[in-house]
């Protein structure tokens, strides 16, 4: 079956780096996605393509894959950013999708 | 401006039958490359991918569901419903479409609709 693993939470200080790994074999095969939710909120989308950024995201968001390991990085993290981080992918035949069990990112 | 919104019962009792309707703008479903998504996420707990209907009427669903898991649209209405049969109190849950474009991931999503599964 299909799983993307991610930490549990990351703890970073304002204006610090702070990195989120998610880990899967497909991810060799299928781009990743990235997704920030806030309490209460839909989650919005980050990164497409395992790189792309969407319209309107600030750059200190990026994103890389290489092998079987995504990674969003937040460069120079902002009070605002404390939330909720969810990886994406598709299986390796894109039959379906799936998303890691989320990253809670806390500023301190 | 695309928008997404869903609409359904907030309570559903077990073994009943669970059916929600995604209303949309902005875009069209027979259009090439677009798809709408469900997702779920149970109170306090991750997101859960549950199934896609795309332009060409392709279904994807998760391995999980696939047994009680039903996805239609109505292209001229400009609706996708979604089905889940026999529920239990593990399908509690806010309850979310999706507007996606093939490889550009789940790019506008509706404000979420929660469910509750009790007698």
């Known amino acids: 079956s299909h799983e993307l693993t991610q930490p549990p939470s990351v703890s970073v200080s304002p204006g610090q780096t702070a990195r989120i790994s998610c880990s899967g074999d497909?991810?060799?095969?299928?781009?990743v996605y990235w997704y920030q939710q806030k309490p209460g909120q839909a989650p919005i989308l980050l990164i497409y393509k395992d790189t792309q950024r969407t319209s309107g995201i600030p750059d200190r968001f990026s994103g890389s894959s290489s092998g079987t390991t995504g990674t969003l990085t937040i460069t120079g993290v902002q009070a605002e950013d404390e939330a909720d981080y969810y990886c994406q992918s598709a299986d390796t035949t894109i039959s379906y999708y799936v998303f890691g069990g989320g990253t809670r990112v806390n500023v301190l | 401006q695309i928008t997404l919104r869903e609409s359904g019962p907030s309570l559903v009792k077990p073994t009943e039958t669970l059916t929600l309707t995604c209303t949309f703008s902005?875009?069209?479903?027979?259009?090439?490359?677009?798809?709408v998504g469900w997702i779920r996420q149970p109170p306090g707990k991750a997101l859960e991918w549950l199934g896609v209907i795309y332009w060409d009427g392709d279904e994807r669903y998760s391995p999980t569901l696939r047994s009680r898991l039903s996805i239609t649209k109505d292209t001229p209405k400009n609706q996708v419903v979604l089905t889940l049969t026999n529920v239990v109190p593990a399908d509690t849950a806010t309850y979310f479409c999706?507007?996606?474009?093939?490889?550009?991931?789940?790019?506008?999503w509706g404000q979420g609709t929660l469910v509750t599964v009790s007698s």
């Open positions: 999706a507007h996606r474009r093939v490889d550009y991931g789940d790019s506008h």
């Open positions: 902005g875009f069209s479903l027979s259009t090439d490359g677009l798809a």
């Open positions: 497909a991810l060799s095969k299928q781009y």
